[in-house]
């Protein structure tokens, strides 16, 4: 999976840092090697590992492709669904700016201007939902939709290959913004007499969410949609 295959090579790199560093301090000694000692052991305490490193580096531009993406097809379609999601989006993106702040890694995000991205990858991935959303308002919310999945897809692998708490705690919130975000949008589609059909995940995983009510946090009390017969 290309996804997976990025997040690895940017871990891989971080590593070789390490190392680096690493074998820079191994003369160290005496008392003061000690101190150091006792240094490290509390920033151990503020550190992760390289994998979810390159996982938060990649999540964060990840929901700032939705973010961009939605406030560009709002300026497109002057739909209020855009508007709204990209504004969730931006929440997505602050707390995992608040992550990488705690554990003191170099944000991504060095341009927040739309469609400005470090990752080649994601640069592409703008373009195309782009180019897909401008075609007509349907395949504006089919991307939007496209993105929901995506999200939950890559979440859900970030989730299962972390043993962060707290890391994990802020994914689980994303992935729940997700899974309302994808119900709006198979809503929208659904309201113009269309069968949703899943573009990346399980079918029965996506009509699990979006038969279900949406769920805390989110704006308004909405329900799932009704359920097919």
């Known amino acids: 999976m290309m996804i997976r295959n990025n997040v690895l090579l940017v871990a891989a790199l971080l590593t070789v840092v390490t190392l680096s560093t690493a074998h820079a301090g191994q003369n160290r000694t005496g008392n003061k090697k000690q101190v150091d000692q006792s240094v490290t052991t509390t920033e151990v305490n503020q550190t992760i590992n390289d994998d979810d490193t390159a996982m938060l580096i990649y999540i964060r531009e990840e929901e700032k492709v939705a973010r961009d993406v ?4 709002a300026e497109i379609w002057d739909t209020q669904i855009f508007t709204n999601i990209a504004t969730a989006e931006q929440k997505h993106m602050d707390a995992v700016a608040r992550l ?11 341009d927040d201007s739309i469609s400005a991205f470090t990752n080649p990858e994601l640069a592409g991935m703008y373009n195309d939902l782009v180019s897909q959303g401008e075609q007509s308002l349907m395949d504006a919310l089919y ?3 496209l993105i929901e999945e995506v999200d939950i897809l890559d979440l859900q692998d970030f ?5 962060q708490a707290e890391i994990i705690n802020v994914y689980e919130s994303l992935m729940r ?3 309302n975000h994808l119900r709006a949008f198979v809503g929208q589609i659904e309201s113009y007499g269309i069968v949703y059909e899943a573009q990346r995940m399980n079918q029965q995983d996506v009509d ?18 009704k359920r097919r017969h």
Do not use: H, W
Request: glycine fraction near 12%; charged fraction near 30%; avoid cysteine.
């Open 177 to 179: 913004g997700s899974r």
């Open 100 to 110: 990488l702040e705690q554990f003191s890694i170099d944000d991504p995000v060095v």
């Open 143 to 145: 991307a939007g939709a």
């Open 159 to 163: 989730i299962d290959n972390s043993d």
């Open 208 to 225: 699990t969410i979006v038969d279900s009510a949406m769920e805390r946090g989110s704006e308004g009390k909405n329900k799932g949609r």
């Open 70 to 73: 939605y406030l560009t097809l």
